[in-house]
């Protein structure tokens, strides 16, 4: 069964960058999405942005144009690029990955911006 792994959490100042990464276990070279999802205290997981299996991505206004989702399927990986960070995005991350058979989360990645 695949495994997910995140890492690249931090504090960081605002208007920094951080990269997550999504480091999976097993082979998923079929997944179908990919998605990037965060929670902060006292909300709801929320979504960030996903990549399909084709390339394609989507993201929440609220990080369109900041964010970058990309893949290395030779490294079974998964990143979250996170440019120009507000101390709104101070929120636990989790990825997700789609199959088929069901989905894979996580365990999360802390990410703090400080003001």
């Known amino acids: 069964q695949v495994q997910l792994v995140e890492s690249g959490g931090g504090l960081v100042q605002a208007g920094g960058s951080l990269r997550l990464s999504c480091a999976a276990s097993g082979n998923i070279i079929r997944f179908i999405r990919a998605g990037w999802y965060r929670q902060a205290p006292g909300k709801q997981r929320e979504f960030v942005g996903d990549i399909t299996s084709g390339g394609t991505t989507n993201y929440a206004d609220s990080v369109k144009g900041r964010f970058t989702i990309s893949t290395d399927n030779a490294k079974n990986t998964k990143y979250l690029q996170m440019d120009s960070l507000k101390p709104e995005d101070t929120a636990v991350y989790y990825c997700?990955?789609?199959?088929?058979?069901?989905?894979?989360w996580g365990q999360g990645t802390q990410v703090t911006v400080s003001s």
């Open positions: 997700k990955i789609e199959f088929w058979s069901g989905s894979v």
